[in-house]
């Protein structure tokens, strides 16, 4: 069964740059899903961000568009999140999670990392 | 942006009660619909896709159903595990949205 795992920074200065990476196991990153971010905020509740599929095509938020960059990692079978100019909106758990990519066999977000929170904060 | 919207925001109940939770979607998206369940400190956890279709593992006491613009989780047989926030989830376009979420909790 597939394994996501995140990892980065806890705080995070603002008006800096937020960067997680999410690790893949049991399961290659090549594979036929759009591998994706969700955030948990109080503001905004759960929110989307953006999607990577296969190291090519991507898919953002337009609300976070001009300020997130999602990659495959420089390492194997991972990916990353960057996210720009922060603000304590910004603040929140971040989870990494996967969808099929052919839109009729998807079933949502079907695996979960177990998310990790970030702070916001000078 | 599709907005989807779910009522009520929380509920009390009782073990063994019916639930029923209901999100509306500011426009049709043909049932690419997901149900997600998720208690304090972990991630959610996807019950329902297509609208209707249990996720394997998941008790039969869930069920989903609906079309068009408005769908509804049932749980038939509330039991304590089950208390917990629920949220909808349209995957039918970009961006994807989640509803705002509704929280079930012990009467």
């Known amino acids: 069964q597939v394994q996501l795992q995140e990892s980065g920074p806890g705080l995070v200065r603002p008006w800096e740059t937020l960067s997680l990476t999410c690790v893949v196991s049991?399961?290659?990153?090549?594979?036929?899903?759009?591998w994706s971010w969700v955030r948990q905020t109080p503001e905004k509740g759960l929110e989307w961000i953006g999607e990577i599929y296969q190291g090519g095509n991507t898919n953002y938020n337009p609300s976070l568009k001009s300020r997130v960059t999602i990659s495959v990692g420089k390492s194997n079978n991972q990916f990353s999140l960057k996210l720009s100019s922060v603000t304590a909106a910004d603040s929140g758990t971040y989870f990494c999670?996967?969808?099929?990519?052919?839109?009729?066999?998807?079933?949502?977000?079907?695996?979960w990392g177990q998310g990790t929170l970030v702070t916001v904060s000078s | 942006d599709i907005q989807m919207t779910q009522s009520p925001s929380s509920l009390s109940a009782s073990v063994g009660d019916r639930v029923t939770i209901t999100c509306r979607a500011s426009q049709g998206m043909s049932n690419f619909l997901a149900w997600y369940q998720q208690t304090p400190g972990k991630a959610p956890k996807l019950l329902v896709y297509g609208a209707s279709k249990l996720e394997s593992g998941v008790p039969s006491r869930f069920s989903g159903s609906g079309s068009g613009t408005v769908y509804t989780l049932t749980i038939t047989s509330l039991q304590p595990e089950d208390f917990a926030t629920y949220y909808c989830q349209q995957y039918y376009t970009s961006p994807l949205t989640f509803g705002g979420g509704t929280k079930v909790e012990i009467k």
């Open positions: 999670t996967r969808r099929i990519y052919m839109v009729l066999q998807s079933r949502g977000f079907d695996s």
């Open positions: 049991s399961d290659s990153i090549s594979r036929s899903y759009w």
